[in-house]
């Protein structure tokens, strides 16, 4: 029951950290490359989400992983 609740929680934490991406993201693409003017600066952006969308997934994952994880063994004591 406990490995559901931490597969659920890292669930969660993926598609927050997901959602809190593409959320952030026009503004961070803004940032990294600068305004979009000929088809390079496009090309950066698509570099740019393609890297960031499976790395913010896999450190959501792991955030909530660990969270739920410590907040189960706190239970446990």
């Known amino acids: 029951m406990n490995g ?17 991406l593409i959320a952030g993201f ?13 088809n390079d600066e496009m090309n950066q952006n698509v570099v740019l989400f393609l890297i960031s969308t499976p790395l913010s997934v896999v450190i959501g994952a792991l955030i ?3 969270l739920m994880r410590r907040r189960l063994q706190k239970k446990r004591n």
């Open 26 to 38: 026009p503004r961070l693409a803004l940032l990294i490359t600068g305004p979009v003017v000929s």
């Open 64 to 66: 909530g992983g660990v």
């Open 4 to 20: 559901l609740k931490i597969a659920v929680a890292a669930l969660a934490g993926a598609a927050l950290c997901l959602a809190a």
